[in-house]
């Protein structure tokens, strides 16, 4: 059985940095790709950011971009979502993906949702301004 636990959440003041953990149990991040959703108050759920199974290549959305990096540590089989410069608006409920298709291809599809198959409860992040 697939499990996804997010953690690391909490409450920063703006321009703070945070890190976000993800673990996986049942599949490993070696062979699937990862990815970090978000969805803040009002709004709907939105890409941040994601990894291929490789984890030679990663994505990110425009509002973050130069902001957070997305990395993996496959002998824990976790990823990581640093956060740095922390806004306002960046404050929402942070969601894992893991996609359960084994050494999947088309890259083009990480940004989407519908792509990942095992989501994790979130994680609350509060940027305090």
């Known amino acids: 059985q697939v499990q996804v636990v997010e953690s690391g959440g909490r409450l920063v003041e703006a321009g703070n940095s945070l890190r976000l953990s993800c673990r996986a149990f049942?599949?490993?991040?070696?062979?699937?790709?990862g990815g970090w959703f978000r969805q803040g108050p009002g709004k709907e759920r939105e890409f941040v950011a994601a990894i291929n199974w490789r984890g030679d290549t990663t994505y990110y959305a425009d509002s973050v971009k130069g902001r957070f990096t997305l990395t993996r540590d496959t002998a824990k089989n976790m990823v990581y979502l640093q956060m740095k410069a922390l806004k306002p608006e960046d404050t929402a409920v942070y969601y894992c993906?893991?996609?359960?298709?084994?050494?999947?291809?088309?890259?083009?599809?990480?940004?989407?949702?519908?792509?990942?198959?095992?989501w994790g409860q979130g994680t609350q992040v509060t940027i305090a301004s």
């Open positions: 049942g599949l490993t991040f070696s062979t699937v790709a």
């Open positions: 993906a893991v996609d359960a298709t084994l050494f999947a291809t088309d890259n083009r599809q990480l940004r989407f949702s519908t792509t990942y198959d095992y």
